[in-house]
């Protein structure tokens, strides 16, 4: 499955046309520092741990029908790993750039 950067935008809340958006020359520069500043926002840890061991207990499930296996449930103390292995993803894989 290819996720292309419209589905990407998509998942993160943006409603953006395949195509993209027209913006005048004169807004540019707000609209490209706008996103910067929204893209520093984004931090694994400011998801809860609620939210994270949803997502981890779908994924179980999602693994374990694959396997044709039973669901083995994660615990509260699996979601530090499960959240290393996210932040894994959204580093190796989506390639955020982090700015300091």
Do not use: W
Not at 44 to 62: N, Q, T, Y
Not at 82 to 94: G, H, N, P, Q, Y
């Amino acid at each position: 499955m290819i996720l292309s950067p419209h589905n990407i935008l998509h998942c993160l809340g943006f409603d953006i046309p395949e195509e993209g958006i027209e913006v005048s020359e004169d807004d540019a520069f707000l609209y490209i520092k706008l996103l910067a500043l929204l893209g520093e926002t984004i931090d694994i840890d400011s998801i809860s741990d609620e939210k994270m061991f949803e997502v981890h207990l779908a994924m179980s499930g999602l693994v374990a029908t694959r396997r044709g296996e039973e669901i083995t449930k994660p615990s509260k103390e699996s979601i530090p790993r499960f959240r290393a292995l996210c932040e894994v993803v959204i580093k190796d894989v989506l390639k955020l750039k982090q700015n300091t």
